[in-house]
């Protein structure tokens, strides 16, 4: 079944010396990947300590003529080999801008990463496949980044997932630079060493059929200890003595746990923000100036040598205190603040939890109230609405920076801890000129659930307590209204819609350049329902009692889709620039 399984560095993979190639069959899903994972994956190179472990990928040989190349079909790990390359393109193309300024290092660096992305004769060492346009975008990148290969430009290239990635990483490299105090080469070759030493393991398969069966296996295999598991079972070791027994400390983890519900995702990100919360009550870790997973275990360690049940009461009170940050606990009757924080949550703002728990375990001595509270969150969340949808500061630098406000703000106290953090805020954060262009976007391929976060809150604003409706609602884990797109995003657009927007050309066209923009996007209870209709039979559907779950559903936010009888460019172009200067205006920073 197997014919080989090891693990190899990038540098191997790609090796200058070979000339494998892996080619993306034609059947695979066309490329997918998005802002959310080029991050996380963008973050773990930077964070590395050793050789970061990058998965599994599965093969299957397909070579027709050796002496050509040796073909390798990749069944299994397309994204990350796509992303992969797509890093090490964008990483070419800063040392190609910057070609004056390299020495000789950096200059046979520059030689071989070109070669280990395009063979001799022109051969691509990752091959995507045809869907989406990903080959000839994919060909048209190398091209922009300076390798020498044929490729054309299509309609439309800057807004697919290719292009955005390579710019995505380029934009990240020169992030990295600014805030290291580095210059963009120096970045580059920084990143270049971690992705090049990164390990892939690679298993080569003899069938399909052996493939799928190498699928089932991987897919149910058993759950490793997890950091916070070996946490806890140093603790224990520990405890017999030093004034906490065995029974004592397992008391108190679990009462810990139990504060932070029932995620394990929760319980590791608490530990972490612990430590970077109080980092400088605590004692001190070496190397470990800001706690991530890979320095968890060494941490707590450290920490957990010393008075265990000072230790513990002091975690067990940090996270009651996170419970409520995090909207775990609920109070019997949520104040104001309570109502802020879960709006928070809903914008994605857990890294800010590191500064939210240390100002609530501090707030008498900082002299905040709960007005001071709510002004904080209500700007941090102004700050991730814009954070994550410009992906503006990075996401590796937002522990840093939160510690960072922490620091400043010791010593303050009440309207003075408002304005110090609105102060930091506003000057890592993009502008509102920036956060507008965004916005006129295709937002929703950028961010679907910031995209939902932004619709939601625009028709809330709009409601009253007679007119309220809980649009966060669920249903068997999904939400019952979610995001609708008015002019449809399939691809076999229904014949009114084609003849309303001019024809199958035009239709196309204005598909390609506006279906993911603010202005197409709206919030309903009946998505599935509405599909692929017509635009006047989505404005007036009724359900069997004649209730409106079409755009004249009431909801505020859909007033303008209620009146029009028909939906063009024009009419997506105005109502986004309508709906963006109502969001700069709803999330402001200063």
Aim: hydrophobic share 40%.
């Amino acid at each position: 079944m197997i014919n080989s399984a090891s693990q190899y560095p990038v540098h191997a993979l790609f090796s200058t010396e070979s000339n494998i190639v892996y080619r993306i069959p034609r059947y695979q899903r066309e490329y997918s990947w998005q802002k959310k994972e080029w991050e996380d994956l963008f973050q773990d190179l930077v964070e590395a300590e050793g050789a970061h472990f990058l998965g599994t990928i599965i093969t299957l040989n397909q070579t027709k003529d050796a002496v050509d190349s040796t073909v390798l079909e990749l069944i299994d790990g397309q994204q990350r080999a796509t992303t992969l390359t797509l890093l090490l393109s964008s990483i070419y193309s800063i040392f190609k801008e910057h070609r004056d300024e390299l020495d000789d290092d950096a200059q046979f660096a520059m030689i071989s990463l070109g070669k280990r992305l395009v063979l001799p004769g022109g051969h691509l060492r990752v091959t995507p496949q045809t869907q989406g346009k990903n080959l000839d975008d994919y060909r048209r990148v190398l091209t922009i980044a300076g390798l020498k290969i044929e490729s054309v430009q299509l309609p439309y290239f800057p807004m697919r997932r290719i292009h955005k990635c390579f710019q995505y990483f380029r934009t990240a490299i020169a992030e990295l630079a600014e805030s290291e105090g580095t210059t963009a080469v120096e970045a580059a070759e920084r990143v270049l060493h971690t992705a090049q030493q990164a390990i892939l393991v690679k298993i080569e398969v003899a069938s399909h059929a052996d493939a799928f069966v190498l699928f089932e296996s991987l897919n149910n295999r058993g759950m490793p200890l997890t950091p916070v598991d070996l946490i806890k079972n140093h603790l224990l070791a520990a405890s017999s003595g030093d004034g906490l027994d065995v029974d004592d400390a397992f008391k108190m983890w679990n009462e810990m746990l139990s504060n932070l519900g029932d995620t394990y995702s929760t319980h590791e990100r608490f530990l972490r923000h612990y430590y970077n919360a109080f980092k400088a009550e605590l004692p001190e870790v070496l190397n470990a100036q800001v706690a991530t997973k890979s320095k968890l275990i060494g941490i707590y360690e450290k920490l957990l040598s010393g008075d265990l049940r000072a230790r513990m009461e002091a975690l067990v009170t940090a996270s009651g205190i996170y419970g409520r940050v995090t909207c775990v606990t609920e109070l019997d009757e949520p104040t104001e603040l309570d109502d802020a924080l879960r709006k928070l949550m809903r914008a994605q703002g857990a890294p800010s939890y590191i500064l939210l728990m240390w100002l609530l375990s501090k707030r008498d001595e900082l002299k905040v109230s709960d007005d001071h509270l709510v002004a904080v969150v209500r700007r941090l969340t102004s700050f991730f609405v814009r954070r994550n949808l410009t992906g503006f500061p990075q996401t590796y630098g937002l522990p840093t920076l939160f510690m960072g406000i922490v620091g400043n703000v010791v010593g303050l106290t009440g309207d003075a801890v408002v304005a110090r953090i609105v102060r930091d805020l506003v000057a890592v954060s993009s502008s509102d000129a920036e956060f507008r262009d965004r916005l006129e976007g295709p937002i929703y391929d950028e961010n679907s659930d910031v995209t939902r976060f932004i619709l939601v809150s625009l028709a809330e604003h709009a409601m009253t307590k007679e007119t309220w409706r809980d649009l966060w609602v669920q249903e068997k884990g999904h939400y019952t209204f979610t995001i609708e797109h008015v002019l449809p995003q399939g691809k076999n657009l229904p014949q009114a819609w084609v003849d309303m927007l001019g024809g199958p050309d035009a239709a196309t066209t204005v598909q390609e350049a506006h279906v993911h923009r603010l202005g197409n996007l709206t919030i309903t209870a009946y998505n599935s329902t509405l599909g692929n209709k017509s635009f006047v039979d989505k404005r007036d559907r009724t359900d069997a009692r004649g209730l409106h779950i079409g755009y004249r559903n009431g909801l505020a936010l859909n007033t303008g889709l209620a009146t029009k009888d028909s939906w063009t460019a024009a009419d997506i172009d105005a109502r986004t620039r309508e709906l963006a200067a109502q969001v700069v205006s709803r999330f402001p920073l200063s």
